[in-house]
Antibody, heavy 114, light 110 residues
Framework: EVLLVETGGGLIQPGGSLRVSCAVS????????MSWVRQAPGKGLEWVSL???????YYADSVKGRFTISRDNSKNTLYLQMNSLRAEDTAVYYC????????WGQGTLVTVSS | QSVLTQPPSASGTPGQRVTISCSGS????????VNWYQQLPGMAPKLLIY???LRPSGVPDRFSGSKSGTSASLAISGLQSEAEADYYC???????????FGGGTKLTVL
C-alpha cells in the first residue's frame, strides 16, 4: 500500500521560510516522479513542482526562484523548501506520486500572514 | 485563470448521466493524455481516470473518460449522492513544462 504523509505546515510571516516534508512508504522517491500540488482556501488545484526519477526538477512560474524541491533517498522523503513566502502562497500543500499523480497525501496547511 | 477550462458547476438527479468538459490547447490536451481527479469535501484529491479513458482499480465503471483533439470529458452515469464532489481535469503542458489543472467543477446531486 502506498502512503504519503505531509508534515511541516504552519503559520509563517511574509518573507519567511518554511520546509514541508512528505514521508513516503510503498514506493521509493527515487524510482518515481514526485510532485507538490497546492490548494488555496476555497480554490482549485495548482501544480507547484516536480522532481523526476532521474533528478530533473520543474517549477511553476509562480514559485520559480523561491521554492526548491528535493528528496532524501535514505529517509524516502520528499521536501519542498519555501523561501520569500507571500500571502498568496497560503494553501494546503499536497505531495503526489507517479507520472499520473496516482497517490496523494492528506496535505499540510501553510498560512502566510503577519 | 486556469490553463484548462471547466464549467464551475454541474448537477443532476439520482440515476441521471452527467458530463463535465475540459478544454485546452495543442500544448497540453492536444499532445498529452488527460487525467481526472475527484475531491470529496474536506479530503485530498483522488485519481479517477488516467490516460484519457482508464480507471484505476476500485473506481466504478459508472465513471468514464474521453478525449478528442484539445478537449476531454468525464461522464458519470447512474448518478448517486456520493458522487457529490469537485472534479478536476489535468495534463502535462509542453510549453509550460509542468502539470496544468482545470479550475474544477462542483457536482451537485439534486
Amino acid at each position: 500500500e502506498v502512503l504519503l504523509v505531509e508534515t511541516g505546515g504552519g503559520l509563517i510571516q511574509p518573507g519567511g521560510s518554511l520546509r514541508v516534508s512528505c514521508a513516503v512508504s510503498g514506493v521509493t522517491v527515487t524510482s518515481n516522479s514526485m510532485s507538490w500540488v497546492r490548494q488555496a482556501p476555497g480554490k482549485g488545484l495548482e501544480w507547484v513542482s516536480l522532481i523526476f526519477s532521474g533528478g530533473n526538477t520543474y517549477y511553476a512560474d509562480s514559485v520559480k526562484g523561491r521554492f526548491t524541491i528535493s528528496r532524501d533517498n535514505s529517509k524516502n522523503t520528499l521536501y519542498l523548501q519555501m523561501n520569500s513566502l507571500r500571502a498568496e502562497d497560503t494553501a494546503v500543500y499536497y505531495c503526489a506520486s507517479g507520472e499520473i499523480l496516482d497517490y496523494w497525501g492528506q496535505g499540510t496547511l501553510v498560512t502566510v500572514s503577519s | 485563470q486556469s490553463v484548462l477550462t471547466q464549467p464551475p458547476s454541474a448537477s443532476g438527479t439520482p440515476g441521471q448521466r452527467v458530463t463535465i468538459s475540459c478544454s485546452g490547447s495543442s500544448s497540453n490536451i492536444g499532445g498529452n493524455t488527460v487525467n481526472w481527479y475527484q475531491q470529496l469535501p474536506g479530503m485530498a484529491p483522488k485519481l479517477l481516470i488516467y490516460s484519457n479513458t482508464l480507471r484505476p482499480s476500485g473506481v466504478p465503471d459508472r465513471f468514464s473518460g474521453s478525449k478528442s483533439g484539445t478537449s476531454a470529458s468525464l461522464a458519470i452515469s447512474g448518478l448517486q449522492s456520493e458522487a457529490e464532489a469537485d472534479y478536476y481535469c489535468a495534463t502535462w503542458d509542453d510549453s509550460l513544462n509542468g502539470w496544468v489543472f482545470g479550475g474544477g467543477t462542483k457536482l451537485t446531486v439534486l
